[in-house]
């Protein structure tokens, strides 16, 4: 089995777009361990619905609940605990992209960050960024946490509009590398997104770096 654990800078910047589109061209099975916010699906059910894999291949979450914020918070107002011992890695034949909630140093307990949750994985990381303004910040702060952590980190994935310079200097400063610029879709559709997935990211050696 192999496993890549797709992360972002931040929510809402299209990494569960992105984590869609790499499950699919890896024909992997997919799996975000917990989903907070389920109004009116969770991330899950997008997958499903644009990487085109089979049910089979999209898995069940260890924690589902229905309060969209902070996994730490969406847990305790819906009176859920969250252990770690349910959050170990699902064992699947073939590839497993996983998908994590919010950003790096989002809290899943009061004791534990979604970056720690992936240096207990240790597993490669793909970090998915916004190219526009404040990404700089945000994106070498996200790679700073995690190799601090020695969390194997794949590269970074820029999602959004064309902005060379972000793309250019980010890897450069962070010493880890661009897998490519995935564009905002409109539709979004399966299709499309396979077609601009195949055109501008690139997995060459994804697991290794």
Not at 19 to 31: E, K, P, S
Not at 32 to 55: F, N
Not at 77 to 100: F, M, S, Y
Request: proline share 8%; glycine share 10%.
């Amino acid at each position: 089995m192999s496993v890549l654990v797709v992360t972002g800078t931040d929510t809402g910047i299209g990494k569960t777009v992105f984590a869609a589109g790499l499950a699919a061209a890896l024909g992997a099975h997919y799996w975000k361990p917990i989903q907070a916010g389920v109004d009116p699906d969770g991330d899950k059910e997008e997958v499903a619905r644009l990487s085109g894999l089979p049910a089979s291949h999209i898995l069940p979450e260890a924690y589902r609940l229905a309060t969209p914020a902070s996994p730490h918070l969406a847990a305790r107002i819906d009176g859920v605990t969250i252990a770690l011992d349910r959050l170990a890695l699902p064992q699947v034949d073939g590839p497993l992209v996983v998908e994590g909630a919010g950003g790096v140093l989002v809290p899943i307990s009061e004791t534990l960050l979604m970056a720690d949750l992936f240096a207990h994985w240790g597993q490669p990381v793909i970090l998915c960024a916004r190219t526009a303004l404040g990404t700089i910040n945000h994106s070498l702060l996200s790679i700073e946490a995690l190799q601090s952590r020695g969390v194997p980190i794949a590269g970074i994935a820029f999602i959004g509009e064309a902005h060379a310079e972000n793309e250019r200097i980010i890897p450069l400063l962070a010493g880890v590398p661009s897998l490519g610029r995935l564009p905002l879709l409109d539709p979004l559709s399966p299709a499309a997104l396979a077609q601009a997935f195949a055109a501008h990211i690139r997995l060459s050696d994804p697991f290794n770096g």
